[in-house]
């Protein structure tokens, strides 16, 4: 999960990478995604999400469909 | 408490307090417990995917959201320094102090810094976009790319 520029950025970086152009992701959405993963992260409490949990984190944010499927059997 | 929290809390708190990924003994010492039984909890803490270690099997490579080795992604918190494994995790690291911050990172593709402030409320606006070359059914394949 990198920082870019601009989605221009992203398509020169995947092309001289060789690697397909995947979905972008805006500041505001990552920080709803660091809250959800990390914010109790330092609490004896903490622990990862499971997959349905990420799912549903993931569409709170918007962001749905098999990339964002912890499960999805599309890309292996 | 299970030991294994244990173990991994005492890690989070010396990377919280230091920056810097602690050695077993440094984690044995906060946990008041063996080393080897220290090194036998960060096996079983690997395999939940808690940590992510390097091939020596004893030094920490990730505890996300810090890294243990230096990364394009800083994070300036209170004056301290830390490591972020990713653009993800950049974030997660005001997010698991809760504090405030600064992100010191770049542009992928041209080297540019881009740096921001994280308030309490958030990051402040800056123009980038952030690409997830890897889908989430495959990031522990290899986590240090994903």
């Known amino acids: 999960m990198l920082f870019f520029?601009?989605?221009?950025r992203v398509d020169e970086w995947c092309q001289a990478q060789g690697l397909p152009r995947r979905p972008l992701v805006?500041?505001?959405?990552?920080?709803?995604?660091?809250?959800?993963?990390?914010?109790?992260?330092?609490?004896p409490a903490?622990?990862?999400?499971?997959?349905?949990?990420?799912r549903a984190i993931f569409a709170r944010v918007g962001l749905?469909?098999?990339?964002?499927?912890?499960?999805?059997?599309v890309f292996s | 408490m299970d030991f294994d929290i244990q173990v991994k809390l005492a890690i989070y708190q010396h990377l919280a307090e230091t920056t810097q990924a602690p050695s077993v003994e440094e984690v044995a010492e906060r946990a008041g417990a063996a080393p080897a039984d220290v090194?036998?909890?960060?096996?079983?803490?690997a395999r939940n995917r808690v940590l992510v270690?390097?091939?020596d099997g004893v030094s920490i490579r990730m505890a996300p959201p810090f890294s243990g080795v230096p990364t394009q992604h800083r994070v300036e918190v209170d004056g301290k320094e830390y490591f972020a494994n990713c653009a993800w995790d950049a974030l997660g690291v005001p997010a698991a102090l809760h504090r405030e911050g600064e992100v010191l990172s770049r542009c992928e593709q041209t080297f540019e810094p881009i740096n921001f402030q994280v308030h309490a409320s958030g990051p402040e606006p800056e123009p980038c976009v952030i690409h997830f070359a890897v889908p989430a059914a495959l990031w522990w394949k290899d986590i240090v790319f994903t």
Request: proline share 10%; net charge negative; glycine share 4%.
């Open chain 1, 5 to 8: 520029r601009s989605e221009e």
């Open chain 1, 26 to 43: 805006r500041l505001d959405q990552l920080w709803s995604l660091a809250l959800a993963w990390y914010a109790n992260r330092l609490s």
């Open chain 1, 46 to 54: 903490a622990r990862r999400p499971q997959p349905d949990e990420m």
């Open chain 1, 64 to 73: 749905t469909g098999p990339f964002w499927d912890p499960q999805a059997d």
């Open chain 2, 39 to 45: 090194r036998e909890a960060y096996g079983r803490l």
């Open chain 2, 53 to 55: 270690l390097q091939p």
